[in-house]
């Protein structure tokens, strides 16, 4: 994990590899041309690789004659390209486009047919500065406090770039979505995710940018306060979090994704099954 190749003769030394890598891990050698210098930092995103005006980056022996060129008009090539925008424009989204967005909202399936949804669409960037602020100040105060440090040590690399400016936590994102359910529906943790789905598809489709925000989505659950700014139901819990904006930066090509694990079932075949292979099965089934 963590190799990439620079064709020095088509690097045009621009920078975006390094400003566009998450973790931070890729820099710059002494004659400016990229390089990692932090490879067990690296998650394989391949931000670095789809993102090269040039074509000049080769990630873990990709290279980018094998990936496709982005379109957003063809749905397939449209979730291959997909990316996580982490680098937005300061300006809002057009009404004329969030009007465009709020009406899939209805069509998105739902468990047992049950279209309860509710989405906080944080529509002004004003609002989603005064959010932006009160969640760092929040996050600031619980890494301080030192009888949890044992917990919050290794997030100090988050309290740090907090206190130099640095968003780490909404990525200067001017929206944000946050999709909850009602505690007693069906399918609770699994409709918001997929409405969340089908929005960023369409978001992307449009032209947006957009980010699974874990980060945010795990301070809604610390930080009830947060959950009354965003008019949050009572009954209703906060499943997931997306950022939304125009992007920043442009992905040019697709990146190349280790295979997935396939089985295709063509007959069905009785197999041994002890009590403590069921037992495992059972416990596998409901971790996390």
């Known amino acids: 994990m963590g190799i990439i190749t620079v064709d020095k003769s088509k690097c ?36 670095c690789f789809t993102i090269c005006p ?11 004659e094998g990936s496709q060129s982005v379109g957003y008009d063809d749905i397939l090539s ?19 486009t969030f009007e465009k967005l709020k009406e899939i909202l209805p069509f998105v399936p739902t468990g047992c047919n049950s279209h309860s949804l509710h989405f906080s669409i ?19 105060k619980i890494l301080e406090q030192k009888i949890l440090s044992p917990l919050t040590d290794k997030f100090s690399f988050y309290k740090d770039a907090i206190l130099q400016g640095e968003d780490v936590i909404f990525r200067g994102a001017p929206h944000m979505i946050v999709a909850s359910s009602p505690i007693n529906a069906p399918c609770a943790n699994v409709d918001p995710v997929i409405a969340l789905s089908y929005l960023e598809l369409y978001a992307g ?24 700014m965003l008019e949050i139901p009572a009954g209703y819990k ?19 994704p280790e295979p997935c694990k ?5 007959e069905v075949h009785k197999k041994d099954f002890c009590f403590f292979c069921k037992l495992k099965r059972l416990v596998t089934n409901f971790l996390r």
């Not at 449209?78 to 004329?96: N, P, V």
């Not at 396939?262 to 063509?266: P, S, V």
């Open 262 to 266: 396939i089985t295709e079932i063509t």
């Open 78 to 96: 449209l979730i291959k390209s997909r990316r996580s925008t982490r680098q937005y424009l300061d300006e809002e989204i057009s009404d004329d």
């Open 122 to 140: 944080v529509r002004k960037k004003s609002a989603m500065d005064s959010i932006r602020n009160k969640v760092q100040d929040f996050l600031v």
């Open 205 to 228: 489709h449009l032209g947006l940018g957009t980010c699974w925000c874990g980060f945010a989505q795990a301070i809604l659950s610390f930080y009830p306060e947060l959950c009354e």
């Open 54 to 64: 040039a074509g000049a980056i080769s990630f873990d022996g990709k290279n980018p």
């Open 12 to 47: 045009t030394h621009c920078g975006l590899c390094v400003k566009d890598c998450l973790t931070g891990c890729i820099g710059f050698d002494s004659d400016n041309f990229p390089l990692m210098k932090n490879p067990e930092r690296c998650i394989s995103c391949q931000h």
């Open 238 to 256: 906060p499943v997931y979090v997306m950022l939304l904006g125009i992007p920043k930066v442009k992905y040019l090509r697709t990146p190349q």
